[in-house]
């Protein structure tokens, strides 16, 4: 059996100490990570465990230049994926049991309110087709290179062929459309 508590939340080296204790995985910190191009404040992971435990996926948000952004998550297996840094030993598979669904659904749940009581994006940054993350962000209503997402944001994404889907509250597209009409007006 699977356990989400939304309500637990890791830090990143908390996420790390983890992973190490659990499965002796060693994690890269996300500071000496070139994938990680987007360095975040204030992180906070949402995890799942399996009935012993130990934790089998991850979820996680932080703050980059006054907006929320994702921090990656993932499901762990016995499938040699990459380098392997993150594979279990046989038998223990995670994926397909629809945990990264839910971990990022919960994710989105806790940030999006987030988002609309302070007008703030949540950017979802992805690295190629990884069909999980591009479905997910669609599923919930993220939009692909949202106008909202700020030129530093967007250029650095850009720069590091970075997908960005941003979940935009209500507010901030109020203000885009309002700037855009006027902006019509004066011409």
């Known amino acids: 059996m699977i356990e989400i508590d939304a309500k ?14 659990d499965w002796g995985i060693i ?5 000496d990570n070139p994938n990680q191009v987007f360095p975040l404040t204030e992180i906070q992971y949402i995890i799942a465990t399996n009935k012993e435990g130990k934790i089998v996926g991850h979820s996680g948000w932080g703050k980059h230049e006054g907006h929320y952004m ?3 998550g993932r499901v762990l297996s016995d ?7 993150y594979q279990l030993p046989k038998g223990y598979n995670y994926k ?4 990264y669904s839910t971990l990022f659904d919960l994710r989105g749940k806790i940030i999006e309110p987030k988002c609309d009581k302070k007008d703030m994006l949540f950017i979802v940054s ?5 069909p999980e993350v591009i479905h ?3 599923s919930r209503g993220y939009i ?6 700020p030129d530093v944001i967007r250029k650095k994404g850009e720069e590091h062929n970075k997908k960005l889907f941003a979940y935009v509250p209500d507010s901030l597209k109020n203000r885009v459309a309002k700037a855009l009409r006027r902006l019509l007006e004066v011409q």
Do not use: F, M, N
């Not at 637990?8 to 204790?21: N, P, W």
């Not at 499938?79 to 840094?85: L, M, Q, S, T």
């Open 79 to 85: 499938v040699k994926e990459g380098e392997g840094r």
């Open 96 to 99: 397909g049991q629809g945990i």
């Open 144 to 149: 692909l290179y949202a106008p909202e997402i």
């Open 126 to 130: 992805t690295s190629g087709d990884k």
């Open 27 to 31: 994690r890269q910190d996300r500071t």
């Open 136 to 138: 997910k962000s669609e």
């Open 8 to 21: 637990r939340r890791l830090t990143a080296q908390e996420l790390i100490d983890k992973y190490k204790k």
């Open 70 to 72: 994702d921090a990656g």
